[in-house]
T-cell receptor, first 109, second 116 residues
Framework: KQEVTQIPAALSVPEGENLVLNCSFTDSAIYNLQWFRQDPGKGLTSLLLIQSSQREQTSGRLNASLDKSSGRSTLYIAASQPGDSATYLCAVCASKIIFGSGTRLSIRP | NAGVTQTPKFRVLKTGQSMTLLCAQDMNHEYMYWYRQDPGMGLRLIHYSVGEGTTAKGEVPDGYNVSRLKKQNFLLGLESAAPSQTSVYFC???????????????FGQGTRLTVV
């Protein structure tokens, strides 16, 4: 059974720091992995989609990596800003789509 | 461009009442999904549809029914609401790929449902 874990559950850092969010999954037979951002009371916004054949994807200050063999993905945020404060979720897609429970990120001005 | 729109945004039901949540997308997407989000449990797939007139069960389908009579609409029904169905419900849509969810998914703003 696929399980997706995100650690830490919450993270608070000062503005300007680079940071890494972690996502681990137990079954490496996946089609792809997607990172989302969720603001309070809002829906999810897709940030990056990594296909199973890819190692990483980049969008602006965000970089996501995927290591299927070890069951890990990381989301790297460079030069963090207060506007980056949100909950970040990863989801793996195989025969089902399984979400992690998210990391709540707070960037202190 | 509205994207994915869910109605209503909030609702309070009494145990045993029924209701329908509406999801509408204007992106001509084939795939549509209904999720529920509960604290500490992430999002869980209730039902999904890979095209007009088709539906399939997800991870937690019990107590819910769905219909996809038109490509742009995906309805989620609760026939007899229970307190365990108190949750935030999200609809999403995407275009087909190799897998069930092989392309970027677009989400609605959510419906907060409380069953008392």
């Amino acid at each position: 059974k696929q399980e997706v874990t995100q650690i830490p559950a919450a993270l608070s850092v000062p503005e300007g720091e680079n940071l890494v969010l972690n996502c681990s999954f137990t079954d490496s037979a996946i089609y792809n992995l997607q990172w989302f951002r969720q603001d309070p009371g809002k829906g999810l916004t897709s940030l990056l989609l990594i296909q199973s054949s890819q190692r990483e994807q980049t969008s602006g200050r965000l970089n996501a990596s995927l290591d299927k063999s070890s069951g890990r993905s990381t989301l790297y945020i460079a030069a963090s800003q207060p506007g980056d404060s949100a909950t970040y979720l990863c989801a793996v897609c195989a025969s089902k789509i399984i979400f992690g429970s998210g990391t709540r990120l707070s960037i202190r001005p | 461009n509205a994207g994915v729109t869910q109605t209503p945004k909030f609702r309070v039901l009494k145990t045993g009442q029924s209701m329908t949540l509406l999801c509408a997308q204007d992106m001509n997407h084939e795939y549509m999904y209904w999720y529920r989000q509960d604290p500490g449990m992430g999002l869980r797939l209730i039902h999904y549809s890979v095209g007009e007139g088709t539906t399939a069960k997800g991870e937690v389908p019990d107590g819910y029914n769905v219909s996809r009579l038109k490509k742009q609409n995906f309805l989620l029904g609760l026939e007899s609401a229970a307190p365990s169905q108190t949750s935030v419900y999200f609809c999403a849509s995407s275009t087909p790929g190799q897998g069930l969810w092989d392309t970027e998914a677009f989400f609605g703003q959510g419906t907060r449902l409380t069953v008392v």
